[in-house]
């Protein structure tokens, strides 16, 4: 009786170690699903740094695809791509298509020679997939990404302030 007793208390010792057994209820979430999802996004031909995609993942495998894209070809590649991920059981598609139009992308344009072609800021254009992101919808431009410090992320947003064209600028630049 004492062998039963303390092998059932190993047992269940062994499963509260176990991520997702614990008495709290909620399972940790999927670290290599997240890291397969992130890669899917991240391997999309046509997403570019006019583009910013996000994504939250819950514990069933739902995965809610949100951000700004230019173009529809990048929305839907990015939709099917995170499907075919095993273990993602549905997609929520909350992806914004931005607006067509020949005036925002004059602005996209010199929004990014003045970010990448500025000295202090052209490190971050080496990247394959540049760590700034420029979205520029009706003539409002915002800046998503990841920068490497405060400085980087005051002048990026300092040389669109006084960018032709553009009605507002707003920082979303985090740091990393």
Request: glycine residues 6%; aromatic residues 8%.
């Amino acid at each position: 009786m004492k062998n039963r007793h303390a092998i059932s208390t190993l047992f269940a010792a062994a499963l509260l170690a176990v991520p997702g057994f614990a008495s709290h209820g909620t399972p940790a979430p999927n670290a290599a699903l997240e890291s397969n999802v992130r890669q899917a996004i991240n391997k999309l031909a046509y997403y570019g740094v006019f583009d910013d995609l996000s994504f939250t993942l819950d514990d069933s495998g739902a995965v809610t695809l949100s951000g700004q894209v230019m173009q529809y070809y990048v929305r839907n590649a990015a939709v099917s791509a995170v499907k075919d991920v095993a273990g993602v059981t549905r997609v929520d598609d909350k992806i914004e298509v931005l607006p067509l139009s020949p005036f925002d992308n004059g602005i996209r344009i010199r929004a990014y020679n003045a970010i990448f072609g500025y000295p202090a800021l052209s490190r971050y254009a080496i990247n394959a997939r540049p760590p700034i992101r420029i979205l520029v919808k009706n003539g409002n431009i915002t800046l998503a990404g990841v920068v490497n410090n405060e400085l980087d992320r005051t002048l990026a947003y300092n040389r669109l302030q006084s960018l032709p064209g553009a009605f507002s600028v707003t920082n979303q630049l985090r740091l990393d």
